[in-house]
């Protein structure tokens, strides 16, 4: 029997996500690939010399489809002060973007980005930064992990 060509399935468009570790500095930021199934860091944006109006650009320049915000809780599951925090700053993005907000647990990111960033083997001056974007793409790993997509 004859192989059939391959043929691409055509891209499911709505998956390209914008993943945010939002903080009061900096904001690591993620990009998830057109399908909806790889999270990668892709830059960190901070807030002392930026403003949410630059998220605001980067979702419109990627042409995401939606954000997914790493939501800070307690090992219990609990919300606490940074939490009501980034509801804050995830509300006034909410008046700048006409893409939903979806909000994900991002309990052990920032650990999991500094053992990545220890095992690299830079120093530590020279992956300052990086942690941020880093920890938002495990964010959005795990978020795009628990909520694969659907076939068409």
Known sequence: MPKRP?????RRPGRKLVGLD???????VAVSDDTGVIASPDRIIDLRHGSLHDIAAVVAE????GIVVGLPKGMRGDEGHQ???VRAQAAELEQL???PIIFWDE???SAIADRALEQSG?????RRGERDAI???VMLQSYLDANPKTSD
Do not use: F, I, M, W
């Not at 939002?22 to 904001?27: D, P």
């Not at 990627?62 to 489809?65: E, F, H, L, P, Y």
């Not at 830079?122 to 020279?126: F, G, P, Q, S």
């Open 6 to 10: 391959y043929r691409p399935k055509p």
């Open 22 to 28: 939002l903080g009061e500095r900096r904001v690591g």
């Open 62 to 65: 990627v042409g995401a489809s």
């Open 83 to 85: 939490a009501r925090v």
């Open 97 to 99: 973007v006409a893409v």
């Open 107 to 109: 309990r052990l990111t």
């Open 122 to 126: 830079r120093r530590a001056r020279d």
């Open 135 to 137: 920890a938002a793409a």
